[in-house]
């Protein structure tokens, strides 16, 4: 947690912004522990609010209002989001033209704050779900699940993660009697939890407002001598009930997304949701439809590493095929699931079969920035080299005393996870009815369909079947609603987690919406050079009329090549490896092969980079939703246009 906002920042029934973090402003705002049941009714949560202000004053027609975002998780912290990206993510959805470029009163640009919250149970809110006493504690127990391995990694790894899970679930329930936030933590609340926020930012909007006026009217009076208050415009005035949400949600952060759109459907004003979640699979907690995409990405490191060749894949050899090095890789592992890599150094260090698939799980979620750093990892392992991987491992695999920023982040990472353990056990149906047979029959299936991943997503399941903390309100559909403007929904066509069905499924029960289909590897677009190193803008401004039909593309990521790592080409998966599981034939894209001539060129300064240099245009598919057209050019990638 950040003890500039935690110790500095008032709590308060309204919205008060001061500076923090630099450039941003911070508050917090008292809302209500239980909105549903009656209980607790003089409880409260502190919100945790960071925003990067918008570069016009709320007064400037050209003002847009709050963009709220939410980075996924569950568990992510919305404030460190913002603190880290928030500034990246104004380039992409504020008009391109500086504010000081146009009188205000010609100008069709629009400029917005990006607002990022920590929902109820996490970070900088307050109060926190914990199930540990301290920070040791915490830590000492996930040194030994890890220790234990993953699912699979010998014949008594599901007898012992069995029971230490149930034990965890036990832990964790002691704290439940009374007004414990892990029985007020579900996504229904931070739903609620954002009504309220849109409610008292659009009171702050006004309040603001009438400030500047006052001001620039004192400084007029103070010129002419003449006293003269002019009336504060209509679209600054505060009507209770009616503020709109606008929204950019990754990953969980699409089903917080979801979840808001069906029950305030007429609040909905612009919503992204980037890395769709299926929320029929996350309300039933079977997590399986999550996977339906994850091997593509793995077949993208094989694919792109044999084009790469050896001298910018040092996992190729001058002749290999995919298929070459992907036996390897498979090697590597059998070779460590009996003989884990003894590592030299200062203490002792193992380097096992778990470790190597849970770094490999890591990087599909950005390969375009991961995959040759695990590219040189793996080619070291298979040499029986360990030393660039052990200082990578050295947070999970030894406890040290607390100290500086290094054991914060630790700590920050195990209360992410207790609160993640909340949302996701508590917003889906319960599990208490699995055996470890059961179990055993869902998690081989799970990594039958995807090698990879399986062993590893399957534990969030397992997770909930000791859980024994019930959320006093969840929210379990339907997920349908006429919202009253479309959501534009995004996905990857090789997504780890999220994969770009479920983009479909979603976007097929919210009439008039659009789907934006990516031909790229990684979750959602938060992980795309495309968008946030180019930071090509996105206007926001331009979503108040959807594109009708035809809509002839999709985006994809164009080959980059790092200008100072240079290791290796990445690119989306041939045409002929995307599986369309919710489309008959004919109804899927025509194969076009058009390609940029600048594909190889590497990342160009900031000043110099180009939208056409990273996006190129190819057919989109639509199935009960209308894909998205992509206009591409210089500056702009226009989705939406007014």
């Given at each position: 947690?950040?003890?500039?906002?935690?110790?500095?920042t008032?709590t308060l029934?309204?919205?008060?912004?001061?500076?923090?973090?630099?450039?941003?402003?911070?508050?917090?705002?008292?809302?209500?522990?239980?909105?549903?049941?009656?209980?607790n009714?003089?409880?409260?949560?502190?919100?945790?609010?960071?925003?990067?202000?918008?570069?016009?004053p709320?007064?400037?027609?050209?003002?847009?209002?709050?963009?709220?975002?939410?980075p996924?998780?569950?568990?992510?912290?919305?404030?460190?989001?913002?603190?880290?990206?928030?500034?990246?993510i104004?380039?992409?959805?504020?008009?391109?033209?500086?504010?000081?470029?146009?009188?205000?009163?010609?100008?069709?640009?629009?400029?917005?704050?990006?607002?990022?919250?920590?929902?109820r149970?996490?970070?900088?809110t307050?109060?926190?779900?914990?199930c540990?006493?301290?920070?040791?504690?915490?830590?000492?127990?996930?040194?030994?699940?890890i220790?234990?391995?993953?699912?699979g990694?010998?014949?008594?790894?599901?007898?012992?993660?069995?029971s230490?899970?149930?034990?965890?679930?036990?832990?964790?329930?002691?704290?439940?009697?009374g007004?414990?936030?892990?029985?007020?933590?579900?996504?229904?609340s931070?739903?609620?939890?954002m009504?309220?926020?849109?409610?008292?930012?659009g009171?702050?909007?006004?309040?603001?407002?009438?400030?500047?006026?006052?001001?620039?009217?004192?400084?007029?009076?103070r010129k002419?001598?003449l006293?003269?208050?002019p009336?504060?415009?209509?679209h600054l005035?505060?009507?209770p009930?009616e503020?709109?949400?606008?929204y950019?949600?990754?990953?969980?952060g699409?089903?917080?997304g979801?979840?808001?759109?069906?029950?305030?459907?007429?609040?909905v004003?612009?919503?992204?949701?980037?890395?769709?979640?299926d929320a029929?699979?996350?309300?039933?907690?079977?997590?399986?439809?999550?996977l339906?995409d994850t091997?593509?990405?793995?077949?993208?490191l094989?694919a792109t590493?044999?084009?790469?060749?050896?001298?910018l894949?040092?996992?190729?050899?001058?002749?290999?095929?995919p298929?070459?090095?992907?036996?390897?890789?498979?090697?590597?592992?059998?070779?460590?699931?009996?003989?884990?890599?003894?590592?030299p150094?200062?203490?002792p260090?193992?380097?096992?079969y778990?470790?190597?698939?849970?770094?490999?799980?890591s990087?599909?979620?950005g390969?375009?920035?991961?995959?040759p750093?695990?590219?040189?990892?793996l080619?070291?392992?298979?040499r029986?080299?360990?030393?660039?991987?052990?200082?990578?491992?050295?947070?999970?695999?030894?406890?040290?005393?607390?100290?500086?920023?290094a054991?914060r982040?630790?700590?920050?990472?195990?209360q992410?996870?207790?609160a993640?353990?909340?949302?996701?056990?508590?917003?889906?149906?319960?599990?208490s009815?699995?055996?470890p047979?059961s179990?055993?029959?869902?998690?081989?299936?799970?990594?039958?369909?995807?090698?990879?991943?399986?062993?590893?997503?399957?534990?969030?399941?397992?997770?909930?079947?000791?859980?024994?903390?019930?959320?006093l309100?969840?929210?379990?559909?339907?997920f349908?609603?006429?919202?009253?403007?479309?959501?534009?929904?995004?996905?990857n066509?090789?997504?780890?987690?999220?994969?770009?069905?479920?983009?479909?499924?979603?976007?097929a029960r919210?009439?008039?919406?659009?789907?934006?289909e990516?031909?790229?590897?990684?979750v959602?677009?938060?992980?795309?050079?495309?968008?946030l190193l180019?930071?090509?803008p996105?206007?926001?401004?331009?979503?108040?009329h959807?594109?009708?039909?035809?809509?002839?593309?999709?985006?994809?990521?164009?080959?980059?090549?790092?200008?100072?790592?240079?290791?290796l080409?990445l690119?989306p998966?041939?045409?002929?490896?995307?599986r369309?599981?919710?489309?008959?034939?004919h109804?899927?894209?025509?194969?076009?092969?058009?390609?940029?001539?600048?594909?190889?060129?590497?990342l160009?300064?900031?000043?110099?980079?180009s939208a056409?240099?990273?996006?190129?245009?190819?057919?989109?598919?639509?199935?009960?939703?209308?894909?998205?057209?992509?206009?591409v050019?210089?500056?702009?990638?226009?989705v939406?246009?007014?």
């Amino acid at each position: 947690m950040d003890t500039e906002l935690t110790l500095q920042t008032p709590t308060l029934k309204y919205l008060d912004f001061h500076k923090c973090y630099g450039n941003l402003q911070c508050a917090k705002l008292e809302l209500p522990l239980d909105y549903w049941n009656g209980t607790n009714l003089n409880k409260t949560i502190s919100l945790a609010i960071a925003k990067v202000p918008a570069k016009v004053p709320v007064t400037d027609p050209r003002y847009g209002g709050p963009i709220l975002v939410n980075p996924g998780g569950p568990g992510g912290s919305g404030v460190q989001f913002v603190a880290v990206a928030g500034t990246q993510i104004q380039t992409l959805v504020d008009s391109p033209e500086h504010p000081d470029s146009y009188l205000a009163e010609n100008s069709t640009a629009k400029y917005y704050d990006i607002l990022g919250f920590d929902p109820r149970g996490i970070g900088n809110t307050s109060p926190v779900a914990m199930c540990f006493d301290a920070g040791p504690a915490s830590w000492s127990w996930m040194l030994r699940e890890i220790t234990e391995g993953i699912l699979g990694s010998s014949d008594a790894a599901l007898g012992r993660l069995w029971s230490m899970n149930q034990a965890l679930g036990d832990t964790c329930n002691r704290t439940t009697e009374g007004d414990d936030i892990k029985q007020f933590i579900t996504t229904a609340s931070v739903a609620r939890d954002m009504v309220e926020l849109i409610e008292r930012h659009g009171e702050w909007k006004e309040s603001e407002a009438r400030r500047l006026i006052s001001q620039e009217a004192a400084a007029r009076n103070r010129k002419t001598g003449l006293c003269q208050l002019p009336g504060l415009p209509q679209h600054l005035t505060y009507k209770p009930g009616e503020e709109k949400l606008q929204y950019w949600g990754f990953s969980y952060g699409t089903f917080l997304g979801s979840t808001f759109a069906s029950t305030y459907p007429s609040r909905v004003s612009r919503l992204i949701l980037d890395g769709v979640v299926d929320a029929d699979d996350y309300i039933q907690t079977l997590w399986t439809d999550n996977l339906d995409d994850t091997e593509k990405v793995v077949q993208t490191l094989y694919a792109t590493c044999a084009r790469a060749g050896p001298t910018l894949c040092p996992l190729a050899h001058p002749s290999s095929t995919p298929a070459d090095i992907e036996s390897r890789v498979a090697d590597l592992l059998a070779s460590l699931y009996h003989n884990p890599l003894p590592v030299p150094g200062p203490t002792p260090e193992v380097i096992s079969y778990s470790d190597v698939k849970l770094l490999i799980f890591s990087s599909l979620y950005g390969p375009i920035a991961t995959f040759p750093t695990l590219a040189r990892l793996l080619a070291a392992l298979a040499r029986r080299d360990g030393s660039a991987l052990r200082p990578l491992l050295a947070p999970i695999h030894s406890y040290s005393c607390p100290r500086g920023n290094a054991s914060r982040d630790i700590s920050d990472m195990l209360q992410q996870q207790v609160a993640q353990w909340s949302i996701i056990c508590a917003d889906g149906a319960e599990q208490s009815f699995l055996t470890p047979a059961s179990f055993d029959t869902y998690w081989r299936a799970l990594d039958a369909k995807s090698p990879s991943t399986g062993a590893i997503w399957a534990r969030i399941r397992m997770r909930c079947a000791g859980w024994r903390v019930r959320a006093l309100h969840r929210f379990a559909g339907p997920f349908k609603g006429q919202t009253a403007h479309p959501v534009l929904w995004v996905g990857n066509t090789a997504d780890p987690v999220t994969p770009v069905g479920s983009a479909w499924k979603m976007a097929a029960r919210f009439p008039g919406s659009v789907v934006l289909e990516q031909d790229s590897a990684g979750v959602s677009s938060s992980f795309l050079a495309c968008l946030l190193l180019l930071s090509a803008p996105f206007p926001f401004s331009s979503c108040a009329h959807l594109p009708p039909p035809p809509f002839p593309s999709t985006l994809d990521d164009a080959t980059l090549t790092h200008p100072q790592t240079a290791l290796l080409h990445l690119r989306p998966l041939p045409l002929h490896h995307r599986r369309h599981p919710r489309l008959p034939a004919h109804r899927r894209p025509p194969r076009t092969r058009d390609r940029l001539p600048a594909q190889r060129r590497a990342l160009r300064p900031a000043a110099a980079r180009s939208a056409r240099s990273c996006f190129r245009r190819r057919h989109a598919r639509a199935a009960g939703a209308r894909g998205a057209t992509a206009s591409v050019g210089r500056g702009a990638v226009g989705v939406w246009r007014d």
